[in-house]
């Protein structure tokens, strides 16, 4: 019973996740492209088992802690999706001693040619994926740059092929604008590929990243794997971006009310930005949703009450128009559910998920943290 | 060596954690209040006594794991300072029987006679505080407002007094004002107390909160306790407010430069949000520090070099005006310490500490989190 957990506490509706899982798993067959979910979000094994709908596949991390924890649940193929240094490839090359692939992301002739030496000195050659810059947001080597070859040339027969992020389309504003950045995501690294392959490069791997552009691109023609993550929970900035339904988040924290400041019309509750986190990321969307929307303990959002504000482990429960509160429905002690703005930034504040199947607590499942 | 640390990884400092801790300490006495270091920045045992100078003591917590954590270390006179409901007073009585001496908060008559209630259930009183709401800016009784007395009868010998936390003073802009602050904090509670009393309620405690009312509050007269916590630590938010000095600033976390973008004028680190938190608390004061302000590997801050932006494995790294980076400075693979804007946040986001004595890594101390 929800009764009996102790507040706050992340919950996981397991059959919203099934079916976001399932959804995304339909979308990206019927587009010919494999799924390598990016399983920073969820950190659990059996989160990654509901998206491949099998025990172990290929999927993609941010930590090498993922990696290893993965590997350990029988998983081998693995992208590591952060730009490598050379501190880390002994742990690499651990893990691949014991059976793990993973592949390493590079962006520079720099790190390529750090990451060969690295190489060399623990006797493996460490495989990679170029890094391509889609969109200016973040890491990679500009689409189709001379850079590209240099790169191939260090790496040799351990270049897989390239990779970008498509992290500008968290910014978009409409449905159109996701399906623009999707077109210059794939064309960033097929033309990249095009280039490799020119050049006497294999690259067989050709991957794009973010739920966005998994969700509303129309072609992923030439493109061989995608790696959506946070499609598996969703949260408020993906419902704001009209990648999914409020009724299609998975997770939600749940809150006891904690106090009443009938002045303010502020209901206090036990989750702050310690159990929310401090992720704001509705704040630039057209509905702000302050620290989370709250809903009643079955998940049901209320009449526009959300976390107005936040302190470590108190949230500010109010109306989005500052409206009266009728205090009898939240007596002390009672319990409220709040969908996050975001669910990497949420699920990364606790340490486990209380699973919900048919609306009841079924079970715990584990999460970690850390590098 | 920090050469031989895995990035990103949080550092404390534990001279300037020592210094910091020597100061509030000498401070508090010479205005002969009580100090009770609030636990949940640090959440580590080796903190709350390098706090207390002693191996315990007393102490604030803001989570009952808290509680639970450091009464297993020695700890017995602790204050529970988030507002209590019903279904965790079985937790606290848990504790008390095994010889803790647990006080809870309340705010409201209604939260009082649930607590009451609760502690018959468990055959054993529950002592609290009463919240003062001294700024408005959260939880608390008004400054001497009428529920307190009616809340003094249910509560009976189980009242111990009041307390408030005056969070305004984190908006303050200048010194002057938090003076200010100081000065109605103290007036809320002392006003209180004296109206308990003159009911007949003893209130012996009398209890105020926030590290910049400690350091820059003129008169404590009345008061009878302080729960700073922050402090121990320090971070840029409180070197923005005057707190501090940059120098003072005993968290950092250290990163590895995995990448250039050198049209930008960027160097990408492997501390995004998810090692530094999303905690933006500069960005409403004068100088808006990003996600943090970059320092050399021994700690010195960098021209004006901040985490401009952060995914959740990516910092990226620029000057504050936008000016050109000497890339030769920072080689792939290179070490820089980022200084937190809150460390309450950014500690959250490690289960340890890397511990630095005279600058050289001296060992780890652990940290939990959870509720």
Same mark, same amino acid.
């Given at each position: 019973?929800?009764?009996?957990?102790?507040?706050?506490?992340?919950?996981?509706?397991?059959?919203?996740?099934?079916?976001?899982?399932?959804?995304?798993?339909?979308?990206?067959?019927?587009? %010919?492209?494999?799924?390598?979910?990016?399983?920073?979000?969820?950190?659990?094994?059996?989160?990654?088992?509901?998206?491949?709908?099998?025990?172990?596949?290929?999927?993609?991390?941010?930590?090498?802690?993922?990696?290893?924890?993965?590997?350990?649940?029988?998983?081998?193929?693995?992208?590591?999706?952060?730009?490598?240094?050379?501190?880390?490839?002994?742990?690499?090359?651990?893990?691949?001693?014991?059976?793990?692939?993973?592949?390493?992301?590079?962006?520079?002739?720099?790190?390529?040619?750090?990451?060969?030496?690295?190489?060399?000195?623990?006797?493996?050659?460490?495989?990679?994926?170029?890094?391509?810059?889609?969109?200016?947001?973040?890491?990679?080597?500009?689409?189709?740059?001379?850079?590209?070859?240099?790169?191939?040339?260090? *790496?040799?027969?351990?270049?897989?092929?390239?990779?970008?992020?498509?992290?500008?389309?968290?910014?978009?504003?409409?449905?159109?604008?996701?399906?623009?950045?999707?077109?210059?995501?794939?064309?960033?690294?097929?033309?990249?590929?095009?280039?490799?392959?020119?050049?006497?490069?294999?690259?067989?791997?050709?991957?794009?990243?973010?739920?966005?552009?998994?969700?509303?691109?129309?072609?992923?023609?030439?493109?061989?794997?995608?790696?959506?993550?946070?499609?598996?929970?969703?949260?408020?900035?993906?419902?704001?971006?009209?990648?999914?339904?409020?009724?299609?988040?998975?997770?939600?924290?749940?809150?006891?009310?904690?106090?009443?400041?009938?002045?303010?019309?502020?209901? *206090?509750?036990?989750?702050?930005?310690?159990?929310?986190?401090?992720?704001?990321?509705?704040?630039?969307?057209?509905?702000?949703?302050?620290?989370?929307?709250?809903?009643?303990?079955?998940?049901?959002?209320?009449?526009?009450?959300?976390?107005?504000?936040?302190?470590?482990?108190?949230?500010?429960?109010?109306?989005?128009?500052?409206?009266?509160?009728?205090?009898?429905?939240?007596?002390?002690?009672?319990?409220?559910?709040?969908?996050?703005?975001?669910?990497?930034?949420?699920?990364?504040?606790?340490?486990?998920?209380?699973?919900?199947?048919?609306?009841?607590?079924? %079970?715990?499942?584990?999460?970690?943290?850390?590098?």
């Amino acid at each position: 019973m929800l009764e009996d957990l102790e507040t706050p506490v992340l919950l996981l509706d397991a059959d919203t996740l099934d079916a976001n899982c399932g959804r995304m798993r339909a979308r990206m067959q019927s587009h %010919g492209v494999a799924l390598r979910p990016h399983m920073k979000t969820a950190k659990n094994v059996e989160v990654a088992r509901a998206a491949l709908d099998a025990p172990t596949g290929s999927i993609t991390v941010s930590t090498l802690r993922e990696a290893e924890y993965f590997f350990d649940h029988g998983f081998r193929d693995i992208l590591y999706a952060v730009g490598m240094v050379p501190a880390k490839v002994a742990r690499v090359a651990a893990l691949n001693r014991r059976g793990a692939r993973i592949t390493a992301i590079i962006d520079s002739v720099e790190g390529a040619q750090a990451l060969a030496d690295a190489g060399t000195r623990e006797g493996q050659r460490i495989d990679a994926l170029v890094e391509i810059d889609s969109d200016g947001h973040r890491a990679g080597v500009p689409p189709e740059d001379r850079a590209l070859l240099d790169i191939a040339r260090i *790496l040799g027969e351990g270049l897989r092929g390239v990779m970008t992020h498509a992290g500008d389309s968290y910014n978009s504003d409409t449905v159109d604008r996701i399906r623009q950045v999707a077109v210059r995501e794939r064309e960033a690294v097929v033309a990249s590929a095009r280039m490799l392959r020119a050049a006497g490069c294999a690259s067989p791997v050709v991957s794009v990243g973010s739920t966005p552009t998994a969700v509303f691109g129309e072609s992923f023609e030439g493109v061989t794997e995608a790696r959506p993550g946070v499609y598996m929970f969703n949260d408020l900035v993906m419902a704001g971006l009209g990648v999914c339904r409020i009724e299609d988040i998975a997770l939600s924290v749940l809150a006891s009310v904690i106090g009443h400041q009938r002045d303010k019309n502020w209901v *206090l509750v036990d989750a702050g930005w310690m159990a929310m986190s401090r992720d704001r990321g509705t704040a630039k969307q057209k509905v702000d949703q302050g620290f989370g929307l709250v809903c009643d303990a079955a998940g049901q959002p209320i009449e526009d009450l959300i976390v107005a504000d936040a302190n470590q482990e108190h949230g500010i429960v109010a109306r989005r128009d500052g409206g009266t509160i009728d205090f009898a429905r939240f007596p002390i002690g009672s319990l409220l559910r709040i969908l996050p703005n975001h669910a990497c930034a949420t699920a990364a504040q606790h340490c486990e998920y209380q699973v919900l199947r048919g609306g009841k607590v079924s %079970g715990t499942w584990e999460r970690f943290s850390g590098w």
